[in-house]
């Protein structure tokens, strides 16, 4: 699997914007491209979550994409991925403690992660000195993050984006039951956040509601999404807890769920960008029914790709960060012109397409990398055009 490699950043745009901003570029040595038409792209994460978490993914990425490189023309350049944390997550979270305390203390407004997400790509900070705006631009969010990255194209100058693929977006349809209240929020304050060392802190979260995540997923989480603190101002009595507090990850719900401002503008983003969604079968987190209300009311149909993985739920990403991958990857092969591609059919035994549904088992104990790629090609070849994949 290619290896990965990572460079933090702060990005300081106050007093224009009063936060400041963590933020982490990517990229894997040896398959970087500096070419015109190489992709950047841009990541943001799920509320109590941090920009590393995306990190697994990454290397599946790029996995899955050097190895359909040396075997067919189904891939394309990436330069780099740039993560930017939310400003209450992760570094974030410790740059901005007494603020969040006094400013955000019940509520942190999503499109406040909107517009650190605009503030970074427009350059109107200063600690990151890439320009952005010539970049071919890729936007890939989860959950809060993929409703951020909605809103931050309402903010002027427009970022241009090439494409997005919103995972399981924090959005509740506007079809759905007024009555229906998300768990998540709830969740953020039953789960424990204290713990004697990072050993214990790993065993307790093993345990809970996050037992089924990837064990990168949870090592990410342990070594980045928590911070060690001194008892009663003791620097050798130490304790582990949560960068972002229990109290500023239901504030983010409180302001995300119900939001009405990305509901009401994905219409029009789908009608300025190429959207591809991706929807766990699983209504664990988010109303039944919801993704197909989405993409069918409130999108107006206007999603290019639509791919409900079944088995996978609301955190899909922490669960099986190979199967976001490749998700990722089928959707950016659709959204780069096939002229650029000079596409061909790949070899590939996956079974068969009947009508709009193609149905792709994926068993990662029974498939090789190279015979998922092969999956993957294929997947690449049949549709996302008007398609939804079920």
Not at 214 to 228: A, K
Not at 229 to 251: R, Y
Not at 252 to 262: P, V
Request: charged residues 20%; aromatic residues 8%; proline residues 5%.
């Amino acid at each position: 699997m290619p290896r990965i490699e990572s460079e933090s950043f702060v990005v300081d745009a106050r007093p224009q914007y009063p936060l400041l901003i963590s933020v982490k570029r990517y990229w894997s040595p040896g398959f970087e491209s500096t070419d015109d038409d190489a992709l950047t792209l841009v990541l943001t994460h799920a509320a109590g979550s941090h920009n590393e978490q995306w990190e697994p993914v990454l290397e599946e990425l790029y996995g899955v994409n050097a190895t359909a490189s040396s075997i067919s023309k189904y891939s394309f350049k990436i330069r780099e991925a740039w993560a930017i944390e939310c400003p209450n997550h992760g570094e974030g979270a410790l740059l901005n403690e007494e603020k969040l305390k006094t400013e955000y203390a019940t509520i942190f407004p999503v499109e406040d992660y909107a517009r650190a997400i605009h503030v970074v790509l427009s350059g109107r900070g200063k600690g990151i000195n890439v320009d952005f705006k010539s970049r071919r631009l890729v936007g890939i969010g989860h959950s809060l993050g993929a409703t951020a990255l909605i809103l931050s194209r309402m903010i002027q100058p427009t970022i241009p984006w090439l494409a997005a693929v919103l995972i399981e977006p924090l959005l509740v349809s506007s079809e759905v039951d007024k009555a229906y209240k998300s768990p998540l929020e709830a969740l953020a304050a039953e789960n424990p956040d204290v713990w004697p060392d990072r050993e214990e802190a790993l065993k307790s979260i093993k345990s809970g509601s996050s037992k089924s995540w990837d064990p990168r997923i949870l090592d990410f989480y342990v070594s980045y999404g928590l911070r060690e603190i001194s008892i009663m101002g003791q620097p050798k009595n130490k304790i582990v807890t949560l960068k972002c507090t229990k109290s500023q990850e239901a504030a983010t719900y409180r302001g995300a769920l119900g939001n009405s401002n990305a509901l009401i503008y994905l219409s029009s983003f789908c009608s300025h960008v190429p959207v591809y969604a991706v929807f766990g079968s699983k209504s664990d987190y988010l109303p039944a029914n919801n993704s197909s209300s989405l993409a069918e009311k409130d999108a107006g149909g206007k999603f290019k790709g639509v791919v409900t993985e079944d088995g996978e739920g609301h955190f899909m990403l922490q669960t099986n960060p190979q199967v976001v991958a490749e998700n990722i990857y089928t959707s950016l092969i659709q959204a780069i012109s096939t002229s650029q591609l000079k596409t061909k059919l790949p070899p590939a035994n996956v079974g068969s397409v009947s009508g709009e549904a193609f149905k792709l088992k994926r068993e990662a104990s029974i498939y090789t990398p190279a015979a998922r790629c092969d999956m993957m090609l294929a997947l690449a070849d049949h549709h996302f055009k008007d398609s939804m994949f079920l």
